[in-house]
């Protein structure tokens, strides 16, 4: 299961967005590498490819690309994505494409394993805002928060500003804006001169902006973060750990939100089963 870098994430292979610029490609030498990886071979799970790195490698390798003056962006899949990607060419592409990719989901991880290809952990989302903004703040580092409803993003930036006195947010923004209104926001983050930018406009939304605007955001570090800005300024819950160790977090999520999430978690989870099965099988029947 284990893939060689250069057949799937190759930067150079990958669709360009609109521009002529790679939303992976490292604007340096060596542009098939992974600064602060291990340039290790991702490990295929179904239809995603994941750097099998730990939750401290992979904030390792944000800072390292950052303070290399490289440019990238990571992605983290959970169950329900992996399974959007497998009807969304573009979204696939777009996710191939970052620098790192990691699971966000107990299942994943558990398939991995049963497939003899081990992912070390899950990483998810959240910690890992939490563990950039924290990184940030002693590397002098700016940060940049756009997405949700008004007012979400300063709040979480206000939240990250009590707990750090010292990070220096580069600036905040919602996520409700037009096609025509996108420049607009996407020359506020540029000239920011953010150093992380952390897009929560959902899936695949904020995926096909940062590939539309990759270049002109100008960010050298970029993250697509989903539903986290509300987690993160208390608006909505986060399961419990026990949960989350379960692999029971969309149960959470679905109680939650039952009349938007239901259909979604049906068909991704009622897919992603009958996607492991052949390929768990196989892996029985091996000698
Ligand atoms: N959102 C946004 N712009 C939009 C639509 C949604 O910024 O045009 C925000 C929304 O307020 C929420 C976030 O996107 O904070 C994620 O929404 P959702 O829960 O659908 O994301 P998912 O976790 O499903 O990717």
Redesign the pocket.
């Known amino acids: 299961m284990r893939e060689s870098p250069s057949t799937n994430e190759s930067p150079s292979t990958n669709e360009s967005p609109s521009t002529n610029e790679s939303p992976s490609t490292n604007e340096s030498p060596g542009a098939n590498s992974r600064p602060g990886t291990t340039a290790s071979a991702r490990i295929k799970v179904l239809n995603g490819a994941f750097d099998p790195l730990s939750f401290d490698e992979v904030i390792e390798a944000c800072i390292n690309l950052i303070r290399a003056g490289d440019r990238g962006y990571l992605c983290t899949v959970n169950v329900a994505i992996l399974m959007m990607m497998k009807d969304d060419p573009e979204l696939q592409a777009f996710i191939d494409g970052a620098r790192l990719i990691v699971a966000d989901g107990e299942p994943i991880v558990w398939l991995s394993r049963a497939l003899k290809t081990p992912l070390p952990e899950r990483v998810t989302g959240v910690d890992l805002i939490e563990g950039l903004v924290e990184r940030a703040a002693d590397e002098d580092m700016s940060v940049y928060f756009l997405?949700?409803?008004p007012g979400?993003a300063a709040q979480v930036a206000e939240r990250f500003q009590r707990a750090h006195p010292r990070l220096r947010i580069a600036g905040t923004s919602?996520?409700?804006f037009s096609e025509d209104q996108a420049p607009e926001r996407v020359a506020q983050v540029r000239e920011s001169g953010a150093s992380m930018l952390f897009v929560?406009?959902?899936?695949p939304?904020q995926e096909r902006f940062m590939k539309i605007h990759w270049t002109d955001l100008g960010a050298p570090f970029a993250m697509p973060v989903?539903?986290s800005?509300?987690v993160l300024a208390g608006l909505k819950q986060r399961a419990p750990r026990f949960v989350q160790r379960v692999g029971m977090e969309w149960m959470y999520r679905l109680a939650q939100e039952p009349q938007r999430l239901w259909k979604r978690y049906l068909v991704t989870n009622t897919q992603f089963i009958a996607d492991a099965a052949p390929e768990l099988l196989r892996q029985l029947r091996k000698p």
């Open positions: 997405g949700a409803a979400v919602d996520g409700y929560a406009m959902g899936v939304r989903g539903g800005f509300d």
